[in-house]
C-alpha cells in the first residue's frame, strides 16, 4: 500500500521504517530539516537498537523516503499521525498543538476514501474532534494506538502482541487489515472498538504499568523502615499468576516520554469530565515515583558521611532505560543534577545518553567510557541498568575507585558479592 507517516521522531520514524520493511511504499514527512536529512540518508536520528539496519535496507530497497514537502503525501492512502503529545507547561494536560498541526497540514491534500490513522497518544474525546475536521474532505479517521517499549520498537512494530482499530466502519477495519496483513497471519490479536475505547486502551495500559511500578516501590518505603527485602517480596508475590513479577522491580522509578506525562495528562482529562476521583490514586502514583528519587540521592549523600560537597560521585547512566539515548523525564539524569545540585563533584556516563545530556544539562562532568567515570570515585550510583553495568566485577571495580561506595538504584547487583568484595553495598529497600 501506498502510504505517509506525519511527524518523523522516535514513533514516527520507526512506524514508517517498519512499514517499509514490510512491502508498503511509505514517505515519512516532518518539519524538521535536519531529522529528514539523516533519515533519509539512512541514518537513525536517535538510538534505537535495529532502527539503522532497517533505514538501509528500506533505502536500498527504495521503499521508503523522507520529505519536509506535506503535500507529496498526494496518492497515498493511508496516513498515520505519530507526532509527540509532551506535557503542557502550563499544567498536567497533554499539549496537542502537535496533532492539530498534523491534522491542519493533511487536509488540502486528503482526497475522498483515505484513511487518517492516529496514533499518538491523546485525551480521550480527542478522535471525535479530529474526525469532525476530516470527513468534510471525504476521508475517514480510524485511531490506532502504539504500544512500542523503547528498545524493542522495531520488533513491537512488526510483530505487535495486539491490535486496537478504533473505527466507524467496516471499510476502515478492511484497509488497516492490509496494512497489517503480515501480524494478522501470525495471529496477532485485533480489537475493534470505538474512538473513546481506543483512546483510552493506551493510557489505561500506561497508568496500570506505572501503578505497579509505584506499587513496589511503596513496599521498598516499608521495607526499608521493617528490615524486610522488598526484592524477596517481588519475588514472592510474584508468583501470584493474578500479579505476576514483571514490572515489580523495586527501584528509582519510571520516566521517559511516555508514562510520567501520560498519567498526568489522564488525570487532568478525567478532571474535565468530572471524574477526578476515578484515577485520583495517579497522583499518588506520581508522587512515590518522585519520591524515589530524592531516596537515591540521600542514600549517596549518607554513604558520603552526610555532605556530598566536593566529593567525586560517578553516576552510572544517563538515558532513562537501557537501551535508548532518550533523557525525556531520566531519573538517572535528574539525580546527577540534584547531586550536582548539592555540590558534588559528579562525573557520568552512559554508553548511548552522554551527548543529549550534555546539550541539556553541560554543567555536569561527563566520562567518555566506563573507566572514566569510575576513576577516583567516592561514591558511585548506577541509575539506569545497562547490561555493562549489571555485569560489573566488584573486585575489579573496586580497584579503579577512590572508596568502595555503592547505591545501587535499580536493585540489579547482588549484595552479598558486593559486600564479599569490600564495597559498602546500599540498595532501595534491602537490608
Not at 132 to 153: H, Y
Not at 230 to 255: E, P, S, W
Not at 379 to 389: G, I, P, R, S
Request: glycine residues 10%.
Amino acid at each position: 500500500m501506498k502510504m505517509s507517516v506525519i511527524g518523523c521522531g522516535y514513533l514516527g520514524a520507526v512506524h514508517a521504517a517498519a512499514m517499509a520493511s514490510l512491502g508498503h511504499d511509505v514517505v515519512g514527512i516532518d518539519v524538521d530539516a535536519a531529522k529528514i536529512e539523516a533519515l533519509a540518508a539512512g541514518r537513525a536520528p536517535f538510538f534505537e537498537p535495529g532502527l539503522p539496519e532497517l533505514l538501509t535496507a528500506d533505502h536500498e530497497t527504495g521503499s521508503l523516503r523522507f520529505s519536509t514537502d506535506v503535500s507529496e503525501i498526494t496518492g497515498s492512502a493511508v496516513h498515520f499521525i505519530g507526532v509527540g503529545t509532551p506535557q503542557r507547561r502550563d499544567g498536567n494536560g497533554a499539549d496537542l498543538q502537535y496533532v492539530d498541526a498534523a491534522v491542519e497540514s493533511l487536509l488540502p491534500h486528503l482526497s475522498p476514501g483515505d484513511l487518517v490513522v492516529g496514533k499518538s497518544t491523546v485525551p480521550v474525546g480527542t478522535a471525535e474532534r479530529l474526525a469532525a475536521l476530516i470527513e468534510p474532505t471525504g476521508a475517514e479517521l480510524a485511531w490506532n494506538p502504539e504500544f512500542l517499549r523503547e528498545g524493542f520498537a522495531v520488533k513491537d512494530t512488526i510483530e505487535p502482541d495486539r491490535l486496537v482499530y478504533g473505527v466507524r466502519s467496516d471499510r476502515a477495519v478492511e484497509i488497516l487489515d492490509q496494512v497489517y496483513a503480515q501480524a494478522l497471519s501470525t495471529g496477532t490479536p485485533r480489537l475493534v472498538t470505538d474512538f473513546p475505547t481506543a483512546e483510552l486502551v493506551k493510557t489505561a495500559a500506561n497508568a496500570f504499568l506505572a501503578t505497579k511500578i509505584s506499587f513496589i516501590n511503596a513496599m521498598a518505603e516499608i521495607a526499608e523502615a521493617t528490615g524486610a527485602d522488598v526484592t524477596q517480596l517481588a519475588d514472592a508475590i510474584g508468583h501470584d499468576v493474578r500479579i505476576g513479577r514483571k514490572f515489580l522491580n523495586a527501584g528509582v522509578g519510571f520516566g521517559g516520554g511516555c508514562l510520567p506525562k501520560d498519567i498526568r495528562a489522564f488525570s487532568a482529562r478525567a478532571e474535565e469530565l468530572g471524574r477526578g476521583e476515578s484515577v485520583a490514586f495517579l497522583k499518588e502514583v506520581d508522587a512515590i515515583n518522585l519520591r524515589r528519587r530524592r531516596r537515591v540521592i540521600d542514600l549517596v549523600t549518607d554513604a558520603l558521611g552526610g555532605s556530598a560537597y566536593n566529593k567525586r560521585v560517578a553516576v552510572l547512566g544517563l538515558a532513562f532505560k537501557p537501551d535508548s539515548d532518550d533523557i525525556r523525564d531520566s531519573p538517572a539524569l535528574d539525580v546527577a543534577v540534584q547531586l550536582h545540585g548539592l555540590g558534588a563533584d559528579v562525573v557520568a556516563w552512559d554508553p548511548e545518553a552522554v551527548d543529549n545530556a550534555r546539550r541539556l544539562h553541560p554543567q555536569l562532568g561527563y566520562a567518555d567510557d566506563l573507566d572514566g567515570v569510575l576513576a577516583g570515585a567516592e561514591a558511585v550510583v548506577l541509575v539506569t541498568e545497562w547490561k555493562q553495568f549489571r555485569e560489573l566485577d566488584p573486585a575489579k571495580t573496586a580497584e579503579a575507585v577512590a572508596s568502595a561506595t555503592i547505591v545501587d538504584g535499580r536493585n540489579v547487583l547482588d549484595p552479598q558479592e558486593w559486600r564479599a568484595a569490600g564495597w559498602t553495598y546500599q540498595g532501595l529497600g534491602r537490608p
